[in-house]
Nanobody, 121 residues
Framework: QVQLVESGGGLVQPGGSLKLSCAASGTFQTIYAMGWYRQAPGKQRELVATITGGGTTNYADSVKGRFTISRDNVKKTAFLQMNSLKPEDTAVYYC???????????????WGQGTQVTVSS
């Protein structure tokens, strides 16, 4: 059973930066896509960013130019570098993955427990 553990969340002032990490363990299957979603209180879950094993990335319009997703395929780890953070980025951030050949995290994703990111002065 795959386990995903997120880390790196916390409290940061507007304009600050955080880097989230997500480590996958307990699986020997080929991981295809990894990504991050977020959910703020009272709001729907929102796709933040995804990355395939080949390095193809996709971002929500709200984070383009500020967030960067990356991954280490050997270590089965994904990262989300978040810069120029805004109060509206406050949410629980969830890391997910899919196995080959599926790319749709919504339909085929496995998820971690989430890490809280709070942007406030």
């Amino acid at each position: 059973q795959v386990q995903l553990v997120e880390s790196g969340g916390g409290l940061v002032q507007p304009g600050g930066s955080l880097k989230l990490s997500c480590a996958a363990s307990g699986t020997f299957q080929t991981i295809y896509a990894m990504g991050w979603y977020r959910q703020a209180p009272g709001k729907q879950r929102e796709l933040v960013a995804t990355i395939t094993g080949g390095g193809t990335t996709n971002y929500a319009d709200s984070v383009k130019g500020r967030f960067t997703i990356s991954r280490d395929n050997v270590k089965k780890t994904a990262f989300l570098q978040m810069n120029s953070l805004k109060p509206e980025d406050t949410a629980v951030y969830y890391c997910g993955l899919t196995y080959w050949p599926y790319s749709d995290l919504d339909k085929y994703g496995y998820w971690g427990q989430g890490t809280q990111v709070t942007v406030s002065s």
